[in-house]
């Protein structure tokens, strides 16, 4: 058991061999045995998860600005297409992050409560509250979470 208050700020990446699955728009986006996670403290782990495990084909360069990231630096967003099916900037990733982490170049994250399910070692993900956060909740790490309106503090 994690407990999320003892993640580190500045948030640490730490690569991961769960077996992540998630399913969109009745498709499976990715599944993989290899991740990175980045942990920081009161938020759930954002797993990042390498490009060539996604189904890239269901990804389209989304329009709108970029985002900023303290510690990550730019990001670019893509919406999720299957046929007629658009999900609106659902998943991100950082091509030329800073230095600290350099190694989620070009990895993609997503907002587990826009797919249709997420999966850790085969436990249905619960989506980090707040439409900003993209933690992925599992049995393996304890709370409060940074966006549940039960700890405001937190928010």
Known sequence: MERVRDYPRPPRLDACQDQIRVEVL????VETQRSLRVLETF???TYYLPPEAMNQGLLVPAPGR???CEWKGVASYYDV????????RAVWTYNH??????????WFALYPGQMDGCWVNGERVI???GEFYGGW????????FKGDPNHPELI
Do not use: K
């Open 26 to 29: 009745g498709e499976v986006l």
């Open 43 to 45: 938020h759930p782990p």
């Open 66 to 68: 970029p985002s900023f």
């Open 81 to 88: 297409v299957a046929g007629e099916q658009r999900i609106n």
């Open 97 to 106: 992050p800073s230095e600290r982490f350099r190694e989620l170049a070009g």
């Open 127 to 129: 989506p980090q509250q």
């Open 137 to 144: 909740i599992t049995s393996q790490v304890e709370g409060p």
